[in-house]
Nanobody, 122 residues
């Protein structure tokens, strides 16, 4: 079992940056692929990015590629989402998740955090 806690959300102006963190419990953090998803009001949960257990493989949704970067520090049991050039359409609750494989399919992730709100103003 994995406990996940997101942090770093907040209010930022369009064009600005935020860095989200997801802290995981347990010494087995490194066996999980990690992903970030987001959900805006009135929309379904959307894949953002994911990273393999070693960090060797990353996937990005087309909407964020080139602007967002996922990384992980297995020694700290933490995954990060660096968000640059933010747009109002990035406004959402951001969730981190842990699973057995790198995937954009939310159903393949077993553990989820409670989310952190990101609001981008124009």
């Amino acid at each position: 079992q994995v406990q996940l806690v997101e942090s770093g959300g907040g209010l930022v102006q369009a064009g600005g940056s935020l860095r989200l963190s997801c802290a995981a419990s347990g010494r087995t953090f490194s066996i999980y692929a990690m992903g970030w998803f987001r959900q805006a009001p009135g929309k379904e949960r959307e894949f953002v990015t994911a990273v393999s257990r070693t960090g060797a493989i990353t996937y990005y949704a087309g909407a964020v590629k080139g602007r967002f970067t996922i990384s992980r520090d297995n020694a700290k049991s933490t995954v990060y989402l660096q968000m640059n050039s933010l747009k109002p359409e990035d406004t959402a609750i951001y969730y981190c998740a842990a699973g057995n494989a790198v995937s954009g399919n939310a159903t393949l992730y077993d553990y989820w955090g409670q989310g952190t709100q990101v609001t981008v103003s124009s």
